[in-house]
């Protein structure tokens, strides 16, 4: 494997995560009866910013994680965990 291929790979999340992630917000925040602005506006974020992130097109960091998981009222693992929503967690 080339350099410029694990460099790449370490780079970009899985399309599998990135689908629980913005899967994951998309229901805490409807669930909590939140538009994408309420949940920008709490965070400190542009609405288009938390519309991307739902719609699995951006990378983002662990910071932002910890600001949409405190907005939301879970944990970052309940964000990134498949099963979290299905198991009752954060409500």
Known sequence: ??????KDKLRKPSE???????????TFREIRELSQEALAEM???HRTYI??????ERNVT?????L???ALGVSVPDLLTEESIKN???K
């Not at 662990?62 to 910890?66: C, H, R, Y």
Request: charged residues 25%; contains cysteine.
């Open 1 to 6: 494997m080339s350099k410029n291929t694990i």
């Open 62 to 66: 662990l910071s932002t994680l910890e």
């Open 88 to 90: 009752g967690r954060g």
């Open 16 to 26: 599998r995560i990135t689908r629980i992630l913005a899967s994951n917000i998309r």
């Open 68 to 70: 949409i998981a405190d």
């Open 51 to 56: 519309g991307s992130v739902e719609r699995g």
């Open 43 to 45: 965070c400190s974020l």
